[in-house]
């Protein structure tokens, strides 16, 4: 089959919409729903069918303080917070997500949310690590969870919600870059039906990012294979920063090789970590909360484990996770998708034998600088932060920043939620003043996108053959090149290596050929483009880890190991164009709470 130019016959397709969100996750979905419901025209783009989102594999649940098992309120949440962030999450921020957070699980179980109850009738509440009651003092409960697929709970229920309400959803439909107009606000989209490779323009004042993680930039990761970070790679290429990139948080209890999540719920539910001695090893690196310390002190302490050489099987390369002591009706009960996924994929029954497990990159704490309101934020010429005119970015591509240095359990659910539903208010508002009118996009913009699927097109014209390189190879050299330079503990040696191999990869990018040269589903032109994405991610991850001299959070530098607050609290920004650093003041002052001091985090 030859490939035919996809511009020449016919200029390309234009639709408009009051409002258009990429991503139908938890958090594009939510945004959506409030859109439909306030009664604009808005459609939703994904490349997967809405409920395939990576969003469906949450397992543990999310956060709020309705004190339905221990005392609690959104105050202690808040400081949980802030303290688990490592003081780098912006107050204001983390304050208001955790104040709306009780609405917000009410609202999402009216909206149809099965959650597992209590005796009495209310929502079941879980333990996950960094939760206390009263600042710190004792151990709280407050994830609410649909047993362990609370994230396949929500989703399901916000897409029947768009559905209910007509939403247009344009699924197997991939973005790939955004238009401006000739002011530079951003007021279009282009985007691949993945069916037939026909592509279109979609143009809205009101442009929402709402793509998800990236964990597919590391090797071994917890990450759905479509988690390539698009939304980050469309706002690199149109000159905007990324946020607080050197953060990425390693779950510390991922399958042993396979990197397949075990959720945190198999501690909450009383789960043990023992090393090959058979020693609970947890009270010697947190003797307060051991196992339910927080994600990154007990990453690191696997990996010490392990590198002190008191790892467990024939390569001493991992740490068991005990839930034998358990009743095996509890772990069927409340954790039946861990089990499923230990039985499957090393053939273990957590029930009679403890699981494998190993860190694995799971979660992006960086990502597209945002306000509250989800509005993208960029550094004027002045070095102050300024709006970036129709676009915003809500849910685990946008920093805002609620998760600072490091995510607690059962946040990530709650911020997709509330701060898609919030961006979308303020759409909303801004509609309700300004109703939406077609405005041309740049000439320029368009071309630059041309370009880039044109190039694609001529890869699959390019001789293959006369080079053994592939995409797959390309993307799995990067995986390794980050997992080898800027993994659980990072120091400057590694990182300038890590760094000094990516122009190769560019350079690789620009040569291949694709070998698949049809039009329909070209899975391997995708990965092109995903691809495409994939590497300023490690850009930014790398240049903002190297930079910054201190260990804060997930961030650890054996060559610098202590925070240091003098010089580093404050976040990191990425220009991918002229790969320059940049940085920013974080945001102490709450609106009405009193500010949280930074303290040395001890658990
Ligand atoms: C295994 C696992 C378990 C987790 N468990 C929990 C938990 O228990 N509690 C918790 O709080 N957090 C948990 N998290 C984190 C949390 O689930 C995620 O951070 C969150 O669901 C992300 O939601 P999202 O809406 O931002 O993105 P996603 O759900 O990842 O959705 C992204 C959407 O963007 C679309 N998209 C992406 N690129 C493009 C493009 N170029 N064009 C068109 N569409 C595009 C995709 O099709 C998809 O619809 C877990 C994460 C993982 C990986």
Not at 93 to 107: D, L
Not at 165 to 193: K, S
Not at 203 to 224: C, D, E, K, W, Y
Request: hydrophobic share 35%.
């Amino acid at each position: 089959m030859t490939t035919t130019d996809p511009f020449s016959s016919n200029a390309l397709q234009s639709t408009s919409f009051d409002a258009i969100v990429i991503g139908a996750g938890g958090a594009g979905l939510r945004a959506g729903l409030l859109l439909a419901e306030a009664g604009h025209k808005v459609a939703i783009v994904s490349k997967v069918f809405p409920t395939r989102s990576h969003t469906v594999a949450a397992q543990g649940g999310i956060n709020a303080a309705l004190g339905n098992v221990t005392p609690d309120n959104w105050q202690w949440h808040m400081y949980d917070t802030i303290k688990g962030s490592d003081y780098l999450g912006d107050q204001d921020a983390i304050e208001f997500m955790c104040e709306q957070a009780s609405h917000i699980v009410r609202e999402l179980e009216h909206f149809g949310v099965p959650f597992s109850r209590l005796e009495n009738g209310k929502i079941y509440q879980r333990a996950f690590g960094g939760q206390s009651q009263n600042f710190g003092e004792k151990q709280a409960h407050r994830t609410c969870a649909a047993a362990d697929r609370t994230g396949h709970a929500i989703l399901h229920s916000l897409y029947q919600q768009n559905i209910r309400l007509g939403t247009t959803i344009f699924d197997e439909h991939y973005a790939i870059d955004l238009l401006h107009n000739d002011g530079g606000a951003i007021n279009g989209v282009v985007t691949m039906n993945m069916q037939n490779s026909e592509y279109q323009i979609l143009q809205s004042p009101h442009i929402m990012l709402a793509t998800g993680g990236a964990g597919q930039v590391f090797r071994t990761n917890t990450n759905a294979s479509i988690n390539t970070g698009d939304g980050l790679g469309m706002v690199a290429r149109a000159g905007y920063p990324l946020q607080d990139m050197e953060f990425w948080q390693f779950h510390p209890t991922g399958v042993a090789g396979k990197g397949m999540l075990i959720s945190e719920a198999a501690r909450g539910e009383g789960g043990v970590l023992r090393n090959a001695e058979g020693d609970a090893f947890m009270k010697k690196y947190a003797p307060n909360v051991k196992d339910l310390a927080s994600r990154d002190v007990v990453s690191r302490a696997i990996a010490i484990e392990v590198n002190e050489g008191r790892g467990c099987g024939p390569n001493k390369d991992h740490v068991l996770l005990d839930l034998t002591h358990l009743d095996g009706d509890i772990i069927k009960k409340r954790l039946p998708g861990i089990r499923d996924i230990s039985m499957t994929f090393v053939d273990i029954d957590p029930v009679e034998e403890p699981i494998p497990v190993f860190p694995t990159c799971h979660y992006m704490m960086g990502g597209i600088p945002t306000n509250i309101n989800g509005e993208v934020l960029t550094q004027n010429a002045e070095g102050q932060s300024e709006v970036v005119q129709g676009l915003y970015a809500v849910g685990e591509c946008a920093c805002v920043s609620v998760h600072g240095a490091n995510r607690l359990g059962g946040n990530s659910l709650l911020d997709i939620v509330v701060f898609g539903r919030q961006a979308a208010k303020v759409i909303s508002e801004k509609l309700s003043d300004n109703p939406a009118q077609d405005l041309p996009q740049n000439q320029d913009s368009l071309h630059k996108v041309y370009t880039r699927i044109k190039n694609w097109y001529n890869a699959s014209n390019r001789k293959h053959g006369s080079t053994d390189d592939d995409i797959y190879k390309i993307k799995h050299d990067l995986q390794r090149i980050m997992e080898q330079g800027c993994g659980v503990f990072r120091e400057r040696e590694s990182m300038q290596k890590a760094l000094g191999a990516l122009p190769a990869i560019e350079e690789r990018l620009e040569r291949v050929g694709l070998k698949d040269t049809s039009n329909i589903f070209n899975i391997e032109r995708l990965a092109a483009f995903e691809l495409e994405n994939l590497v300023p991610i490690a850009y930014a991850t790398i240049a903002s880890a190297l930079a910054r001299e201190e260990s804060r959070g997930a961030h650890s530098r054996i060559d610098f190991e202590e925070r240091d607050d003098d010089n580093w609290l404050k976040h990191s920004l990425y220009f991918y164009q002229n790969r320059q650093l940049d940085f920013k003041a974080v945001n102490l002052q709450p609106k009405s709470h009193e500010p949280f001091e930074p303290k040395k985090r001890v658990y």
